[in-house]
Structure formats: structure tokens, C-alpha cells
């Protein structure tokens, strides 16, 4: 847990952008983590009407009234809109609030605005200043002073594959372009790196392979999937959105475009048993993220989304580490590790004998204990489900129903349910023949 606290401690106060200086020392500090591969992709650049931006720099951001400074955007990574062109000037209030930008539920607190980023046709300037200085300006003339330096530079994504026993990929993504965000989204990036660590020291094999993708919103994840090699795309199979995942929030899982692929199907089963006070929802009712990218025409990569959205301090200057749970980043962990586990372990079973098996026999010891028949109305409803799945287990082991597939029937919890059939395996009973 420290280890994900302090790297996020490290990111997320840096003016970071799609392509800047403090990216660039993120990149840095992150393959100190991993050794990622750097894919970068040049300034100008353009595929589908998205265009790589140039290096953006901002350098001075004054409002002065009267000769009286009345705003410094240099004070916080968020004060000079991201991606704002330089002006000087003397302006009306009238004109100036067209390029004032605020977050009118926090009144004191600086709003994230990113529009520039993906707008880049629109060339204008902005800053963020709270809303509470915002209500306070009076008529007046305003001498504006922002210097903003646009240069060509290069676009990083970070790319990290862990290899595994099969060339089939589950992909882990979050994003590193949000200035001052502790939680959207330096939160993803750390947890997809614990679990990539925690996965290397997985005892049992990996069935699996793994990437961790870690790239400007929308337009990092574009230009990596455009200029992929076509046999490695199609080695993707599906994908996990990690973002906002450190505020003391329940959890939320967002579908897939299909709502019914493999992923959505465990991501569901292992949340409703492990956290059950968590929620679900459609593609895009719940966030709106670069699952895009992932599920677009021609890659229709199965994408979920875990989050703990909502929350307030949302794309403002108060989302920084004092909303970070350090348990809240372990759980977040600890649901990807068991989202994979399951679709790591799941297998069909093939039986190597035939007729009922006396399980509470000494010689199998495979019975689930549970009270006498006779006083049957004292039975949970756990243990009713229990007695009822020995009754109809053997039958399952035909060689095409799966583990998930009785966990789902039966209602259980998977990781209970596999180490007890793995007790048949133990007996020779059956073998796993995935």
C-alpha cells in the first residue's frame, strides 16, 4: 500500500499534459517502476481528426486591476487552462469572464479544464481561477498577461507486457495527462502497476498474458491501437479501464459494450460476492474513458471500467492526496487480482469414474458437513446451496461445463468453489482439461 501512496505522491502534482515537461519526468519516474517500452508518437500527427499535440509549456499567467495583481495562475498546476495560447491585453470584465473558467460547486477550489486538448483548432486562451474571485470582479478594465510556450515534441505511451503460457492479452489501462489529480487518474496508474508486480510473483503460471497501457486520455490509447502491429492487436481480448480508485467511495463497474463478455461476466460474479454494496451499469452511463478506444470498429476489445466515481472534488484542485484512501488502492488491487484469478483458474473438467461417490467416505472426504436432515429448517441458506451443489456436481464434470459456469448456476462464490473441486483433482477423481 505505501509503495502505490508514495509513487502517486511523486506523479500526480506535476503539470502534467498530453505532451509536456512534467509527462516526460512522469515517464521517467514510472520506468523506475517497470521497465516500460516508450512508444512515441510526433507532434502534428493525425489519424481519424485526432492530431498529437505540440509540447505546451506556460511560463506567466497575471490578471492585474488598477496595477494591482489580482490573480497569479502560476501558483497551481491548474491556473492557466491546459493548452491556452498566450494574450496580453487590457480587456472589459464582459470579455474577460468569456475566458474565465470555474467549478461553481467549489467555490474556492480551481476546475481541470482539458477542452484545448482535444479542440486544438480552437487556439484561445483560458484560465481557472475560483469561483469565488470570479463572483467578486467588478467592471473595470483587466490587463491580462499569459505567456504560453507551444513547441514540437512527442506524444509517450507506456507499454509494459508480462508474459503468459498463451498469447491471448487482458490489457490494463489508466491515464497520466491530468495536472494536480491525485485520484483521475495517478489512482489507476499505481493500482495497474501493483497488480502487474503482484502478478510476476504469481506461484501458479500464467495462463494469460498481460499489458499495462499508461497514456494521455483518449489520444494516447488512439495512436497506440492505430500504429500497433496488426498480429499483436489481435492478441488483445479484453481490457480493464482503472480510474478513480483511491477516494473512500464504494466501488463501481462499468460494462462493456456487449454487457456479456467473459470479463463483464467475472468482473460481476467476483464484485457481487466480494463487494456486495458495489454498482453496475451500461457502457458509459456511469464514466466516459478511452474504453472508447478500445471497443472502436475494427478492435472491439471487451472493455469494463472499475472506478469509485462519483465524487466531488472531481477535475478540481481538491483532488489531491488527502482523498486517497491507501485501503481503498489495496482493494482496488485485490478486485483486478481477482477478476484475473478466476479467469486465470476457470476450466472444464473431465471425470475418470463412473457411478455416485460416497463423499463423506474416509477414503474421499469430499462431504461439506451439514445438520441432521431431520432438523432441515435450521439449515442456512449458504449450506442449502452447498448440499444442493454435491448433489449435482458429478454431473458437471463432462468435459464441456466450466467452474464459472456451476459457480454462476449454483450462485457460489468462485474461489470457494474451486478449491473444492479442485479436491476431486486431488483425489484423481477428475482432471482439468483447460
Not at 499567467?61 to 498566450?86: C, F, N, Q, R, W
Not at 509517450?156 to 495527462?177: P, Q, R, S
Not at 478466476?342 to 458437513?369: C, Q, V, W
Request: with cysteine; charged share 25%; hydrophobic share 35%.
Amino acid at each position: 500500500m505505501s509503495s502505490m501512496i508514495n509513487l502517486l505522491k511523486k506523479i500526480y502534482p506535476l503539470k502534467l499534459a498530453p505532451v509536456s515537461e512534467d509527462t516526460d519526468r512522469a515517464v521517467e519516474i514510472l520506468c523506475e517502476e517497470l521497465p516500460f517500452t516508450i512508444h512515441e508518437y510526433q507532434s502534428g500527427l493525425e489519424h481519424n481528426g485526432w492530431t498529437v499535440p505540440k509540447k505546451w509549456k506556460a511560463i506567466k499567467a497575471e490578471i492585474k486591476k488598477d496595477g494591482k495583481l489580482i490573480y497569479d495562475g502560476m501558483k497551481h498546476p491548474l491556473g492557466v487552462a491546459g493548452y491556452s495560447t498566450s494574450f496580453k491585453g487590457i480587456v472589459s470584465l464582459k470579455e474577460l469572464k468569456k475566458h474565465l473558467f470555474y467549478h461553481p460547486k467549489l467555490a474556492n477550489a480551481l476546475v481541470y479544464h482539458c477542452d484545448y486538448y482535444y479542440k486544438q483548432w480552437l487556439k484561445d486562451w483560458g484560465l481557472c481561477i475560483p469561483y469565488k474571485l470570479y463572483k467578486s470582479l467588478r467592471d473595470g478594465k483587466y490587463k491580462v498577461d499569459i505567456q504560453t510556450l507551444f513547441e514540437d515534441g512527442s506524444m509517450k505511451v507506456l507499454d509494459y507486457f508480462l508474459e503468459g503460457d498463451k498469447e491471448d492479452t487482458i490489457v490494463l489501462n489508466a491515464h497520466n495527462c491530468h495536472a494536480a489529480q491525485a485520484n483521475d487518474d495517478i489512482s489507476g496508474v499505481v493500482t495497474a502497476i501493483e497488480t502487474i508486480k503482484r502478478l510476476k510473483k504469481r506461484k501458479k503460471k500464467r495462463k494469460y498474458s498481460y499489458r499495462i497501457v499508461i497514456a494521455p486520455e483518449h489520444l494516447g490509447t488512439v495512436f497506440y491501437l492505430a500504429y500497433l502491429p496488426k498480429k499483436t492487436l489481435k492478441t488483445f481480448k479484453y481490457a480493464i479501464f482503472l480510474e478513480m480508485l483511491g477516494n473512500n467511495n464504494r466501488l463501481a463497474m462499468q460494462e462493456s459494450f456487449s454487457g456479456n463478455s467473459l470479463i463483464d461476466i467475472v468482473a460481476q460474479h467476483y464484485l457481487s460476492h466480494n463487494f456486495p454494496d458495489y454498482y453496475q451499469d451500461k457502457f458509459r452511463k456511469i464514466v466516459g474513458n478511452d474504453e472508447t478506444v478500445w471497443e472502436a470498429p475494427g478492435y472491439e476489445i471487451p472493455c469494463i471500467s472499475l472506478s469509485r466515481w462519483p465524487y466531488k472534488e472531481y477535475h478540481s484542485s481538491l483532488d489531491t492526496e488527502k482523498i486517497i484512501f491507501p485501503e481503498r488502492l489495496e482493494e482496488a488491487v485485490e478486485v483486478v487480482l481477482g477478476i484475473i484469478e478466476i479467469i486465470e483458474t476457470n476450466t472444464r473438467m473431465k471425470r475418470h469414474f463412473n457411478g455416485l461417490i460416497a463423499l463423506s467416505n474416509p477414503k474421499y472426504d469430499l462431504y461439506i458437513p451439514t445438520v441432521d436432515p431431520s432438523v432441515r429448517n435450521s439449515i442456512s441458506e449458504e449450506q442449502k446451496k452447498w448440499n444442493y451443489l454435491m448433489t449435482c456436481l458429478i454431473r458437471y464434470f463432462d468435459g464441456k461445463t466450466t467452474i464459472l459456469d456451476i459457480a454462476l448456476k449454483h450462485n457460489l462464490e468462485y474461489s470457494r468453489l474451486y478449491k473444492y473441486i479442485n479436491k476431486y483433482k486431488e483425489k484423481n477423481l477428475i482432471s482439468f482439461i483447460d
